[in-house]
Nanobody
Framework: QVQLVESGGGLVQAGGSLRLSCAASGRTFSMYAMGWFRQAPGKERAFVSGINWSGASTYYADSVKGRFTISRDNAKNTMYLQMNGLKPEDTAVYYC???????????????????WGQGTQVTVSS
């Protein structure tokens, strides 16, 4: 059974840092792009960052560019999101996901992703 498990969320003050992890089990995703999305209360789920299968190409939403860094370790079947300079507007539930198509460029459209984690809460206080 395929499972994605996020961890690393929590409460942090503005300007602080958190590192999210997404551990995959049940199959290997080393040939698939992966992404992070987030959903704030009352808002739709939004793309945060994506990484291609090898880790060589990364993509970011404009709102997090320069503050967040995505990475992956295919040997560990794990993806990460280093979040620095956190702002109150970063408060949301963060989800990791695996894209449907092998070797595809990471998509900003959540409909392109087949597998999702349960989410981890990130709360940034002002």
């Amino acid at each position: 059974q395929v499972q994605l498990v996020e961890s690393g969320g929590g409460l942090v003050q503005a300007g602080g840092s958190l590192r999210l992890s997404c551990a995959a089990s049940g199959r290997t995703f080393s040939m698939y792009a992966m992404g992070w999305f987030r959903q704030a209360p009352g808002k739709e789920r939004a793309f945060v960052s994506g990484i291609n299968w090898s880790g060589a190409s990364t993509y970011y939403a404009d709102s997090v560019k320069g503050r967040f860094t995505i990475s992956r370790d295919n040997a560990k079947n794990t993806m990460y999101l280093q979040m620095n300079g956190l702002k109150p507007e970063d408060t949301a539930v963060y989800y990791c996901a695996v894209q449907r198509t092998m070797f595809a460029t990471p998509s900003r459209d959540d409909r392109s992703y087949d597998y999702w984690g349960q989410g981890t809460q990130v709360t940034v206080s002002s």
